[in-house]
């Protein structure tokens, strides 16, 4: 007789359950099987909370409107400077006009803006803007210099036998020679002074000549690349001089300037065409009057400015987009320039403290003319610079600040590294406690450990290298610091870094470790600055946006949001699969609604939507579509009860897509069973 079979024996299908309770970022580059369950293979528009969570982005607002496409944003204490189009403006008002209208830079020295656009180097005072060439300061070249003759007395003194006497010097002309009071007769060969009778024992003659005298003096400052004037000085001993020859040439048509010592010590102003005439042709300062001797033994008495045109030394300069400040001891008293693109491998650097001087020998050819420098970082103190292509692989020169041994700071090159080439020049940023800038393969550090061996290899962007390093307009993206984050503008996308959160698990296999990143979409932004903790933009159109926290639309269009949750095939991917229960946790807020939507065999159905539910009541947000008076401000946890059944893989997105409507993921879970071959 056949068994009989008791069907309420039989096994149940087991009830297994997936939950998501703690998120990381997105990942745009590992293939979908690889993705792991905490980050979102697709999620545009999301950011993280201070525990990690996804939650919406803020949404912008624009503020202001310029005429011109934005290239610049700077701040000296409250006073904020725009750079739009070719102009500057402060406070919505135009200060300046007639710049380059390109991205450019500034950097704050002191209690001074200079900004650096590629055409001319301006400087702004917290009142008024000036090009750096009309307000630079004026080096004192050469001091102690003698004038071009003087008339001196030699007194000398007779044997009783000798006619002949030696001059210490050849003179340009003998104005007397006197026995006493009485005029003496005399011839003069080469240096020997010839009378025509002897002179007593110990008869005094006296001789008055005038001689010519070496320009002699002793450098003290270079010439200034941004100035035309220069100053030197002269030591006037005698009381006769009166002509004066400058190290210099072809003087321009500008005035020439003269200062003369009286005999309390103080330095009075002469006038050009009254007090003195100039030989411009010749650099010869001519005085109507000889110099007084000066009042204070060995201390010069004389200072003549004058002004010369040196061909291309201005642009040198005014021709430099990029900058950066830095000194030793990491003080940021000196601004370092280079982006001429007439001396692509050249920078150059200020005076400490001023940076309306330029002295003519404060530059360093850091590679040859077939590379170009791309930007600046700062590693441990040193000075990085970053140039492409790399001279045999060396992509970074890393300089440190000396004193030599006269006193004077140096920034010899010390040590080569190699690893990836940067790209985008608006791209270095320090974060926290290391560089990231930009290169063909995604974004890059350079650590204080690599510094101690030849190479770097710290990728920092794995999980959004595949898209990131697929922007055609990468080169051009422009990247800023804003809280933790590492801002990358790019393609009408920005793209996060997130510093805070460090991934050790995967990634570039060379790298320690990865940052956690996020995708935002729809974002024109130009040019980027945070101010007081918050993200402002510049567009192509002339806009000022702000993000602006709690808004969660742009401008008045709708931010699209969602994060997916990656494919779920279960505890074994060839069987069938069948979902009855979808569980969310979500985000508390005044404004709150989201669709959640799955996706089987490649097509997104709509599952369940939540509005009132989910939100609770505020009197700052009262919205009469989604009233409730429920003032719960807790997190909410809503369930579906469904059916999804007989398939191999499933996945689900949780949607935000409506103008100020919040979002944000705090826990994700799914109650499934696995049963039978999955058969298509």
Not at 343 to 371: G, L
Request: proline share 5%; with cysteine.
């Amino acid at each position: 007789m056949p068994a009989k079979i008791d069907f309420l024996k039989a096994a149940a299908p087991v009830k297994k359950v997936v939950e998501i309770t703690s998120f990381a970022g997105i990942d745009l580059s590992s293939a979908p099987a690889d993705i792991d369950r905490k980050r979102s293979p697709d999620a545009p528009n999301m950011m993280p909370d201070s525990k990690g969570n996804p939650v919406k982005r803020p949404g912008f607002s624009f503020l202001e409107k310029l005429p011109g496409r934005i290239n610049g944003s700077f701040s000296l204490g409250e006073k904020k400077i725009i750079h739009s189009g070719n102009s500057l403006f402060l406070e919505g008002e135009k200060i300046w006009e007639g710049m380059a209208d390109e991205l450019s830079s500034g950097r704050v020295v002191g209690d001074r803006l200079f900004i650096f656009d590629g055409f001319e180097a301006l400087v702004f005072d917290g009142n008024d803007v000036h090009p750096i060439c009309d307000v630079a300061y004026v080096p004192t070249v050469l001091i102690s210099k003698n004038a071009d003759e003087c008339v001196r007395k030699t007194v000398l003194k007779g044997d009783g036998t000798s006619t002949e006497f030696v001059l210490e010097q050849i003179p340009a002309e003998i104005i007397s020679v006197k026995k006493g009071e009485t005029e003496a007769e005399y011839s003069l060969l080469e240096e020997k002074l010839v009378l025509k009778t002897a002179p007593a024992e110990n008869e005094e003659i006296t001789v008055e000549a005038r001689y010519e005298n070496e320009p002699g003096g002793m450098l003290k400052e270079e010439f200034n690349l941004l100035s035309r004037r220069w100053k030197e000085s002269f030591l006037c001993e005698t009381g006769t001089e009166q002509n004066f020859t400058l190290s210099q040439e072809n003087l321009s048509e500008e005035a020439v300037r003269a200062w003369v010592m009286n005999e309390n010590g103080e330095m009075e102003e002469k006038t050009e065409g009254e007090d003195f005439s100039v030989d411009r042709e010749k650099g010869k300062i001519s005085f109507a009057e000889a110099i007084p001797k000066t009042p204070i033994t060995g201390t010069d008495n004389l200072v003549i400015e004058a002004a010369k045109y040196f061909e291309g030394y201005e642009n040198k300069i005014n021709f430099c987009r990029k900058s950066i400040t830095y000194d030793s001891g990491g003080a940021s008293t000196r601004i370092f320039v280079c982006g001429n693109p007439f001396e692509k491998q050249r920078d150059y650097w200020c005076a400490a403290n001023d940076p309306t001087y330029w002295p003519d020998t404060y530059y360093s050819d850091i590679t040859n003319e077939t590379s170009e420098i791309i930007g600046y970082s700062i590693i441990e103190g040193y000075l990085a610079t970053h140039i492409a292509p790399a001279l045999d692989g060396r992509s970074v020169v890393l300089r440190k600040a000396e004193i030599d041994d006269l006193g004077n700071a140096v920034f010899p090159i010390f040590k080569h590294l190699q690893g990836e080439e940067a790209f985008a020049p608006d791209s270095f940023v320090y974060m926290e406690k290391e560089p990231l800038f930009i290169t063909k393969r995604g974004v890059y550090a350079v650590t204080a450990e690599d510094i101690s061996g030849e190479k770097y290899t710290q990728n920092r962007s794995f999980f959004i290298n595949k898209a990131l390093c697929a922007e055609p307009e990468l080169k051009n993206a422009f990247c800023v610091k804003w809280k933790q984050f590492y801002v990358i503008s790019v393609s009408g996308k920005l793209y996060l870094l997130d510093t805070s959160r460090r991934s050790y698990q995967r990634g570039e296999p060379l790298s320690s470790f990865q940052y956690e990143c996020y995708l935002w979409e729809n974002i024109p932004a130009r040019i980027l600055w945070e101010e007081n903790g918050e993200l402002f933009f510049g567009d192509g159109e002339g806009n000022i946006g702000k993000f602006i926290e709690g808004k969660f639309s742009d401008n008045g269009k709708v931010i699209d949001a969602f994060w997916t949750i990656p494919d779920f095939a279960g505890d074994t991917f060839w069987k069938n699969k069948t979902i009855r229960t979808v569980a969310l946790e979500l985000a508390p807020y005044p404004q709150n609604k989201v669709r959640l939507e799955v996706k089987i065999g490649g097509f997104w159905k709509v599952l369940e939507e939540w509005m009132d539910k989910i939100s609770y009541f505020s009197w700052g947000a009262i919205n009469w579509e989604n009233f409730t008076w429920n003032g719960n401000p807790t997190p909410r946890t809503v369930t579906l009860k469904t059916k999804i059944k007989k398939f191999d893989k499933v996945g689900f997105r949780i949607v935000c897509d409506e103008a100020e409507k919040a979002f944000g993921l705090y826990g994700f879970s799914v109650e499934y069973i696995e049963k039978g071959r999955f058969k298509k």
